[in-house]
């Protein structure tokens, strides 16, 4: 397994959505995006889709 390390990351952005309710009800996916953590490597699956 590679090790990587935050310093590495540098410079990387890591792109999600966030769900709200609209004011109609449905659902609404606003992007986020944010510097990319260590963290993000370790907890990112794919759950298919």
Known sequence: ???VEQKQLEGLVYRTSKV???????????PVERA????DLLAESDKGG
């Open 1 to 3: 397994m590679a090790k």
């Open 20 to 30: 709200i309710k609209g004011d109609d009800g449905k659902k609404k996916y606003i």
């Open 36 to 39: 990319l953590k260590l963290d």
